[in-house]
């Protein structure tokens, strides 16, 4: 059986691996199409402020940006194919001399800690809410966190970010959205110290609230179906038969049994975290991956583009790798899936 597994688990791997492929392809022929680039602006603006020759222009940008204008596409696809296999994504058009892995460097701790943050708090509360639901449905309680749930499912997070900014920052004047802006204060410095981490926190207070309204309905939605689901399985009309009590059925049998397909959802939302969102990041102006990310596309730093859509792609694929894996190991359904297939 082990032997069939770890077949299923190459294979899962392998797939993880060309998919990585295709969209680092499909990225770096599809942002090309983009209209415009820093590359040919800056040749452009060189010819008519110096009146230097197409080729003295180009030879400027080469040096300036590491990128040759006229290679061949198929070239520039080879050259940041094997860049890429060397952990080199090149420099930003954007900011020339800065790398795109600073850029990343730079940025995606914010996202991390924001979105992370709320993905936990929400995964928590949804939780919870979902089994309160499910135990009480049918009753107020169960009507009314159900109606709040797909109301907050439905709006799309930026919406919600935009009405917060509205009553929070400006009617009720609960958060002073100037101050607020940015990743943490001027003058702080960074570091593992409370006045550090309090002023990140309040910088990311906004970011947390919006991507957890937005993400606490879903959760608990789901949750409350798979409890419903869960509680009607033999298993537990066996365990109240056999006269065990309710915590111990709510806890051991249909508790640990409903949250199993959470945890494999859980890693994938994580892998998502990367990405953050532009929307958002840019309403409160925070300045995490998804700030840079907008900024990038806005200014068509094609090298930025790649190293973020290549980072935000290893992360979601690899948290369904991580994902599958996990959940082989709890359901050993699985295996024995994997068993049969092979």
Known sequence: ?????????????????????????????????????????????????????????????????????????????????????????????????????????????????????????????????????????????????????ALLHAIPNYILAILIVVFLGVKLQWFNLTLARGSYSPGVEPGFTLSFLSDALYHATLPILAYTLTTVGSWALVMKSSTVETLGEDYVTVARARGLSSARIRTGYVGRNAVLPMFSALAVSLGFVVGGSIFVERIFGYQGIGFSLYNALSGRDYPVLQGIFLVLTISVVAANLVADIFYSRLDPRIRLGAKAKG
């Open 1 to 149: 059986m082990r032997r069939f597994y770890n077949a299923w688990l190459v294979r899962r791997v392998a797939k993880a691996i060309l998919t990585i492929y295709i969209v680092a392809t499909l990225t770096f022929f599809l942002v090309r199409l983009l209209p415009g680039n820093p590359v040919d602006t800056f040749i452009s603006t060189q010819i008519a402020q110096t009146g230097v020759s197409y080729a003295d222009a180009a030879a400027q940008a080469r040096s300036l940006f590491s990128l040759d204008p006229d290679q061949p596409l198929i070239q520039q696809y080879a050259t940041y194919m094997v860049n890429m296999l060397h952990g080199d994504f090149g420099n930003s058009l954007l900011s020339p001399g800065t790398t795109v892995a600073e850029v990343i460097r730079t940025y995606l701790p914010w996202t991390l800690f924001s979105v992370g943050i709320a993905t936990v708090i929400a995964f928590v509360v949804g939780i919870l809410a979902g089994m309160v639901m499910a135990y009480r449905r049918e009753s107020w309680i169960d009507h009314v966190l159900t109606s709040l749930g």
